[in-house]
């Protein structure tokens, strides 16, 4: 019998719920202050043009959203959009959605179809896994080793491998949620909802920063 006491719970639960509950409200007061955000962005006139998962940077005349503190409007895409339908004029994105888990990659993109206008066009680029995998059955570590060059310096041993460096390619340590090629992506587009979607050639007057082997697609609603 316990005679009246209380027995506590283990530390560590305890850590974790006050960890946990930190978090939650962390959670609430970014979203509620992205949502207020957003809401004011909505009231003006002019056409509203997002650069999704932008990070520290985003396009010159474009509303860039991300969790970064320095972002037009901080927040965590995978809420959806905090705009209302058919209001978005265009939508950009540059290396983002690898980042997410592949049902997430469809939610989001339905998301960017839900709130773009009719006519409003979706301008993304993902990794293009091809170049790689060819590399890999070649056997072509040296073409490997040129391309996946972020290894960690304390780990190139780990990734001595052709295999090796394609897994880490895929994994990141946890960066990257997905991978791509160009039938995959695209079917992944149509999914969401957009019928019209293509490909396109890198653009310097259009795309910040040119990267090895990406895939370049515009969807229109």
Known sequence: M???RCLA???GRIIITVENTITSIHQIFIRRKGLRKAAELSRS???ISLDLGCGPTK?????GIDLSETADV???LRWGLPFADNTIAEIRSDHFLEHLELPMVVTVLSECHRALRSGGSLDFTVPHFDPYLDAYLRHDFEFLKENIYDVPRDQEDLYDTCFDRIIWLLYRDGG???MFDTESILAKVRLAG????TTREY???RDVNQRFSSIYVVAIK
């Not at 396009?59 to 509303?63: A, D, E, K, T």
């Not at 957009?194 to 979607?197: D, L, M, P």
């Open 2 to 4: 316990l005679h009246g």
């Open 9 to 11: 719970p283990p530390k």
């Open 45 to 47: 006139t002019a056409p």
């Open 59 to 63: 396009r010159p005349g474009f509303v």
């Open 74 to 76: 901080r927040w965590d």
């Open 176 to 178: 990257h949620q997905s």
């Open 194 to 197: 957009f019928t019209s979607v």
């Open 203 to 205: 653009d310097s007057t």
